[in-house]
């Protein structure tokens, strides 16, 4: 009887363990993340030169404005509105040197955690909103490495809900620099407006291997009683 009692004491312990190892908080590495400061540079500028562009919004077509079309920001007083203007892709770029994560990176247990609230003028569905994150290993767009992690959203036609795109990745051993990306397949506005707030990129541990091997030892034991 006292057996069958340890089981599951083991069991809700390590999920215990792993809960409250997912609870801890990462700082969000985007600078201006909510769009609430409206200086920005071209898209073109901060994909050609990292390092004299970091933290700066890049914005092929839009900018950063107040509420408007319908919709109100997620969250402060302003938003990025991108427009397709012809592009394939209408997009906003921002690159973060994340060489002070290096250890973590190197280690090859970096985890990435990338998110972005998207919306677009009421009246209209259809609009395609991506969250797109790619990784580098040195301060230019030749230095690509590993896997881009892309996230697609088809948007409703309501202007009162925002929706939620999000991307979580293993880093690549060799990055320095990261490219968050924002954007909206530019046909699919069809004239509309897209709209973006509250981005988020935050780098944390992959939870521990021991943690993992615990669960599976718990599991083990559990199986070798019966
Ligand atoms: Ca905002
Ligand atoms: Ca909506």
């Known amino acids: 009887m006292t057996r069958k009692l340890a089981q599951p004491i083991v069991a809700w312990l ?13 700082a969000n590495l985007l600078a201006n993340a909510g769009f609430e400061t409206t200086a920005f540079t071209a898209s073109s500028n901060v994909l050609g030169n990292f390092v004299g562009n970091q933290g700066t919004w890049g914005i092929l077509a839009g900018g950063i404005t107040p509420a408007t079309a319908g919709v109100t920001p997620a969250g402060g007083a ?18 973060v040197d994340v060489s002070s994560y290096a250890a973590l990176i190197g280690s090859g247990n970096a985890q990435l955690s990338a998110s ?7 009246g209209y569905s259809g609009a395609n909103g991506r969250l797109r994150v790619r ?3 040195g301060p230019s767009q030749t230095s690509l490495v590993g896997s881009t992690s892309i996230a697609s959203l088809i948007l409703d036609a309501t202007p009162a809900t925002w929706e939620q795109a999000s991307v979580s990745a293993t880093i690549p051993v060799n990055t320095t620099w ?9 046909l699919s506005l069809a ?14 541990a992959v939870p521990a291997p021991g943690a993992i091997a615990l669960l599976g030892f718990a599991g083990l034991a559990g199986r070798r009683r019966r």
């Open 78 to 95: 302003q938003m990025l509105c991108m427009v397709g203007a012809g592009q394939l892709s209408t997009m906003t770029v921002q690159a």
């Open 191 to 204: 004239g509309n407006t897209g709209f973006v707030d509250e981005a988020v990129m935050t780098i944390g």
């Open 178 to 186: 990261i490219v968050y990306e924002v954007n909206y397949n530019g």
């Open 135 to 137: 990784f580098f290993s």
């Open 14 to 26: 390590t999920l215990a363990a792993a809960v409250t190892f997912s609870g801890e908080v990462h």
């Open 116 to 122: 972005a609230l998207f919306n677009t003028n009421g």
